[in-house]
């Protein structure tokens, strides 16, 4: 699949990206804070900063698109407050 070409700080580019899951898979998770141990996994994310919700057995989840943005070295919340604003005008 080709990308398209974008404006700079064109932020519909990153919704383009093929999502295979919405949340990251363990094997993602254990990649990103290099632990196996979900105790582990844990205080990695919090101590960087990351938002994530734990499930009802206590696996850290983290969705897919956050972790892009964090990735990529965007403040997701910076997004909503005012960062960035959705282009509604062409909508009738």
Do not use: C
Request: charged share 25%; aromatic share 8%.
């Amino acid at each position: 699949m080709a990308m398209q070409r974008t404006k700079r700080g064109d932020m519909s580019a990153i919704f383009d990206f093929p999502m295979d899951a919405e949340i990251l898979s363990s094997d993602e998770l254990m990649m990103i804070t290099g632990s196996t141990r979900k105790k582990d996994q844990v205080d990695w994310l919090t101590n960087n900063g990351w938002t994530f919700h734990k499930n009802k057995a206590g696996d850290p989840i983290v969705g897919r698109l956050y972790a892009r943005l964090k990735l990529a070295g965007i403040n997701p919340p910076t997004l909503a407050g005012g960062g960035w604003i959705p282009d509604f005008s062409g909508i009738r």
